[in-house]
Structure formats: structure tokens, C-alpha cells
């Protein structure tokens, strides 16, 4: 079975920091995986994905993810953080074979001024 | 094009109740899935819906139900509603329901259930 531990439940960083929030995965097959943001009372946002190919990611508002097979890890990162980054974050993964996403618990990050 | 958009957003309801929430997928999407989040649980897939058959269906028990319509609209069920049920109902679409899509989610429902 497919797992997702997202390490942190809250990420505090102060704007112009560096936002750094982890995510393991664990899957007997080759795995795509996702980040998501969920901003209060919404739905959830794709902000990248791995699917197959390069293994460093970009997604939107310049955030960005590296694929580690040997770690099993796909770390979400972002060189500085904006106010309007504050949200809740959530990595996923699915076989391939199918669209039934499994998340981590999710991370809460707050940016500081 | 319009987003997901899912009806009602808010919703109350007492325990034995039944429920049922609604989800329109974006034009042309014809798949839907349906997760569940609560603070305990996190986020739970329920199950998939591809031209009105039922593709996939995680751990729930079968007082949650759904369907899918001919226009791929999707309505999901619980029946005999629990305290434990309260949570954002969240549906999401993709146009074949192919993993490397994208699914775009909508607001999702909130239920309370008393």
C-alpha cells in the first residue's frame, strides 16, 4: 500500500526565507507524486507534479520539488517566501495505473514578517 | 471556463439523517473523484466516477454512495449520518481520470452533522 509522511505538521519561516517542507513516500511500484495547496475555505491547488522524466520540478509561484528514489522523498522548496504563501500544503502520491491520490496529514506553513 | 463547482457549500444535519451533495466537473471532464477531509483522518479518497460507472472506491462503508450523471455531473451519499461524518467534502475533475492529469478540485462541502 501507498503512503505519504509529511514531516511537520507547522512550518513557521520568516518572508524572504527559504521554505523547505518534506515529504516521504512509500510505494511498491514507481510512484507519481503531487503537492497541493489548500488555502482556508478552499479546495486544493495542484502546485506541481512528478510524473516520469526530469526529477527536479517546477511548479507555480516558484516553488519547486526533487524526485529522490534512493531517499524516497519529493521535498517541496521555494527560495523565499511571500506573505501570501501562508497556507496549508499537502503531498500525495498515485500508482500509475489509476487517479485515487493518497496524501500526507499535511503542513501548515506561516510566514512572518 | 467555470471551475468545479460543488452545491450546497454548507450543509447541517442530525445524526441518522441522510445527505446528499452535489459536484459539477469542468466542461468536458468526465471523470470525478471524491475525497474526504477531516482533521482526524486528513484527506480519504471515497471513490471515482468515469462515464457513470463507478472506476475505483477507497475504505468507506456502504452508507456512502454516489453516481454519476450522463452530463458526468456527480452526486454523492451518506445515509443514516454519523457524529463522525462531519467533514469538508471535497470532488475533483479530470478530463479521462488519467494520473497524470490534473485534477482541479472545488470548494468542497461542509457538513456538520449534530
Known amino acids: 500500500a501507498q503512503s505519504v509522511t509529511q514531516l511537520g505538521s507547522h512550518v513557521s519561516v520568516s518572508e524572504g526565507a527559504l521554505v523547505l517542507l518534506r515529504c516521504n513516500y512509500s510505494?511498491?511500484?514507481?510512484?507519481?507524486l503531487f503537492w497541493y495547496v489548500q488555502y482556508p475555505n478552499q479546495g486544493l491547488q495542484l502546485l506541481l507534479k512528478y510524473t516520469t522524466g526530469a526529477t527536479l520540478v517546477k511548479g507555480i509561484n516558484g516553488f519547486e520539488a526533487e524526485f529522490k528514489k534512493s531517499e524516497t522523498s519529493f521535498h517541496l522548496t521555494k527560495p523565499s517566501a511571500h506573505m501570501s504563501d501562508a497556507a496549508e500544503y499537502f503531498c500525495a502520491v498515485s500508482d500509475r495505473y489509476g487517479n485515487k491520490l493518497v496524501f500526507g496529514a499535511g503542513t501548515i506553513l506561516r510566514v512572518k514578517s | 471556463k467555470a471551475g468545479v463547482t460543488q452545491t450546497p457549500r454548507y450543509l447541517i444535519k442530525t445524526r441518522g439523517q441522510q445527505v446528499t451533495l452535489s459536484c459539477s466537473p469542468i466542461s468536458g471532464h468526465r471523470s470525478v473523484s471524491w475525497y474526504q477531509q477531516t482533521p482526524g483522518q486528513g484527506l480519504q479518497f471515497l471513490f471515482e466516477y468515469f462515464s457513470e460507472t463507478q472506476r475505483n472506491k477507497g475504505n468507506f462503508p456502504g452508507r456512502f454512495s454516489g453516481r454519476q450523471f450522463s452530463n458526468s455531473r456527480s452526486e454523492m451519499n451518506v445515509s443514516t449520518l454519523e457524529l463522525g461524518d462531519s467533514a469538508l467534502y471535497l470532488c475533483?475533475?479530470?478530463?479521462?481520470?488519467?494520473?497524470?492529469?490534473?485534477?482541479?478540485f472545488g470548494p468542497g462541502t461542509r457538513l456538520l452533522v449534530l
Open positions: 475533483a475533475s479530470s478530463q479521462w481520470g488519467e494520473v497524470q492529469e490534473t485534477q482541479y
Open positions: 510505494s511498491s511500484v514507481p510512484p507519481y
